[in-house]
């Protein structure tokens, strides 16, 4: 996740939990800190009141104290004082998301943006479907929304010989009471959009089957722990990915998602792990 501020540029690397610095030096941050920072720069430009993030970092009681305190101790991870603001309202982030890659080869997206991972995907993943040349692949929890309002758009790519792979959670799961207190969501509103991507799904492939689609539409289910949201658009060709990191406490379609190139080594080992998955599953 790469954010700017002040013509600075910052990384937030997710897997090692550290600020990479545009000079190449790294800074680990661990503990609840790290959980403050990365809710933070999820959703940067805004202030978050401190009983948001009571409820949503925290989780349990705690004083205004002890979140400005960690706030201010960002600041001096960063070496920046105006990187985060500290008032009574709450905190504000004052870092931008930078998105990292054109959607196609003719079209790039603004340098920088900050926008939930649901409304890019609802308002662009249509045209993602129309450049896919041979496979797309989509891992997540559930695709409700998408399954049902971008059915046209997946069939058509259907029909232009690109096999899709879908990788659902199963609404059956024992471990779904924990996933959607994870998302902050009411475990029936959880299995309810996991029973909708299996229907939707259901539907298309049987579509494709009666319009004569040369390309395949499969989904598999899983019932272990997802870390992160994916769209693999030809991860074996020049494509691209968008990924869309699971955080406790946090409902994924407000976490802004980071466009990169399927060659990118953050898209890379995510589709590996992903394929992985897809030949141990049933």
């Known amino acids: 996740m790469k954010l700017t501020h002040s013509g600075i540029q910052y990384e937030i690397d997710l897997d090692n939990k550290q600020i990479i610095f545009n000079t ?49 101790e960002i600041r001096k991870d960063f070496d920046n004082e105006n990187i985060i603001e500290v008032g ?9 998301f930078i998105s990292e890659t054109p959607l196609d080869g003719k079209h790039a ?30 891992f997540g929890t559930n695709f409700h929304l998408t399954t049902e309002q971008f059915r046209v758009k997946i069939l058509d790519a259907l029909k232009r010989g690109v096999n899709i792979y879908y990788i659902v959670f199963s609404p059956k799961s024992v471990l779904l009471p924990h996933i959607a207190n994870s998302f902050n969501m009411p475990e029936e509103i959880l299995e309810n959009f996991c029973d909708g991507t299996i229907k939707n799904l259901t539907y298309i492939q049987k579509q494709a089957l009666e319009q004569n689609a040369s390309g395949k539409l499969e989904y598999k289910l899983y019932e272990s722990i997802p870390y992160f949201r994916a769209y693999f658009l030809d991860p074996f060709l020049d494509g691209h990915s968008y990924i869309v990191p699971y955080l406790m406490g946090a409902n994924p379609a407000d976490i ?3 466009l990169i190139p399927s060659t990118d080594s953050r898209s890379v080992t995510r589709f590996e792990a992903v394929a992985a998955l897809w030949g141990k599953l049933p």
């Open 256 to 258: 802004p998602g980071y």
């Open 88 to 96: 009574k309202q709450g905190l504000k982030f004052n870092a931008r």
């Open 24 to 72: 190449g030096v790294t800074k680990s941050i661990q503990s609840k800190r790290w959980q403050l920072l990365t809710f933070l720069a999820q959703n940067t430009m805004r202030v978050i009141t401190l009983d948001e993030l009571k409820k949503k970092v925290w989780m349990a009681e705690v004083g205004d104290e002890a979140i400005c305190s960690q706030a201010r």
């Open 109 to 138: 997206i603004p340098s920088e943006s900050h926008e939930r991972s649901n409304s890019y995907i609802v308002r662009l993943l249509g045209a993602h479907l129309q450049h896919a040349k041979s496979e797309a692949w989509f």
